[in-house]
Nanobody
Framework: QVQLVESGGGLVQAGGSLRLSCAAS????????MGWFRQAPGKEREFVAA????????YYADSVKGRFTISRDNAKNTVYLQMNSLKPEDTAVFYC????????????????????WGQGTQVTVSS
C-alpha cells in the first residue's frame, strides 16, 4: 500500500509559478511510475504529466508542454511538478498517482493505469 500526499498548491496570478510535491509513505516510490492529473470544476480528471520509475522518460499533455516539468527524487520518495507561466485555465485540483501496471508505457495518460492516488491539492490561477 502506498499513501500519497500532495502539497504546494495555492492561489497565484497568471504568469506565476508553483511547485507541487507528492510525498509517499508506506512503500518506496522507486519502483512506481508516477503521474500528475488535474480536475477542474465540472470536468473530468485529465492527464497532466508522467515520469517513469527511473526518471528517464517523461510525458506531458499538450496543454502544459513547455510550461510544466515533472521530476522525482527517489531518495526522498517524492515527485514534483514545477508549473511555470500559469494560466487561469490551469485552475484545478491536482492529483498525483502511482502506477505499477505492466502496460504503463503505452497508457501513462490513462487514469486506469494508476493504482494509488493522493487526495489532491488546489491550484487557483487568477487573471
Amino acid at each position: 500500500q502506498v499513501q500519497l500526499v500532495e502539497s504546494g498548491g495555492g492561489l497565484v496570478q497568471a504568469g506565476g509559478s508553483l511547485r507541487l510535491s507528492c510525498a509517499a509513505s508506506g512503500r518506496t516510490l522507486s519502483t512506481y511510475n508516477m503521474g500528475w492529473f488535474r480536475q477542474a470544476p465540472g470536468k473530468e480528471r485529465e492527464f497532466v504529466a508522467a515520469i517513469a520509475w527511473s526518471g528517464g522518460n517523461t510525458y506531458y499533455a499538450d496543454s502544459v508542454k513547455g510550461r510544466f516539468t515533472i521530476s522525482r527524487d527517489n531518495a526522498k520518495n517524492t515527485v514534483y511538478l514545477q508549473m511555470n507561466s500559469l494560466k487561469p485555465e490551469d485552475t484545478a485540483v491536482f492529483y498525483c498517482a502511482a502506477s505499477d501496471a505492466s502496460y504503463y508505457r503505452d497508457n501513462y495518460y490513462n487514469r486506469a493505469a494508476y493504482r494509488y492516488w493522493g487526495q489532491g491539492t488546489q491550484v487557483t490561477v487568477s487573471s
